[in-house]
């Protein structure tokens, strides 16, 4: 997957920020104070912030859309509506909280906005991190006709009810799946408690081993 570009025309008419730090200092800094470090004027926390979190923005984008330029121009408008929000930034949760819940709301409302361009495609749960190189898309050197037919056919299947499921659910498989996010984290970003959240992913597992049981 390719990495974001943050377009520099973007920040152009940004004024010059005195650097309070040393880009190298902030790798001791939790994320919370490079935001405050940013709310002060110094632009090189915004960089390092940039740096530490675009490829797993962009991947997270990339699993809600399936499309790179998309996730890519989607993750920008995050760390520019992160760049906006820097005067008003508080410290009441965890910096990555706050990012993919500004991420996640901006996922929702683009594919509400898109729907009806949609397909069964769009989300590939069973899809590896193409930063890996792996995927289960891919078959092997001397494939077995049937079981490509078969693993086309499972995939297939996966992606169309992903799509179905109702959108916390949908969101919450993928921060879980694909981030790593515990429940906690998940909670976090979706404004519902640790048991409200295990609930959802749940019902939402529960959901897909259901429709699937036909794979398993």
Not at 30 to 41: H, N, Q, R, T, V
């Amino acid at each position: 997957m390719a990495t974001l570009a943050i377009n520099p025309r973007l920040f152009e008419n940004l004024p010059v920020a005195e650097t309070h730090r040393a880009a190298g200092d902030f790798g001791q800094m939790d994320d919370a104070a490079i935001m405050l470090e940013l709310s002060a004027g110094n632009m090189a926390g915004f960089d390092f912030l940039i740096q530490k979190y675009r490829k797993p923005i962009v991947h997270f984008m990339y699993r809600m859309v399936h499309n790179q330029a998309v996730a890519e121009e989607l993750a920008q408008e995050v760390f520019l509506r992160v760049y906006r929000s820097r005067e008003t930034y508080r410290a009441e949760a965890r910096f990555s909280t706050w990012l993919y819940r500004i991420a996640t709301n901006l996922g929702v409302n683009y594919a509400r906005d898109t729907r009806h361009e949609r397909t069964a495609s769009t989300v590939y749960l069973d899809e590896a991190d193409s930063e890996t190189g792996t995927t289960p898309d891919v078959a092997d050197s001397t494939p077995d006709v049937e079981a490509k037919l078969l693993r086309q056919e499972r995939l297939n299947a996966i992606r169309e009810h992903v799509l179905a499921l109702p959108e916390r659910q949908r969101m919450a498989v993928l921060m879980h799946k694909y981030e790593g996010m515990d429940y906690k984290q998940i909670g976090d970003v979706l404004k519902l408690s640790e048991s409200a959240t295990k609930s959802l992913l749940f019902r939402a597992y529960q959901t897909l081993r259901e429709k699937l049981k036909a794979f398993v």
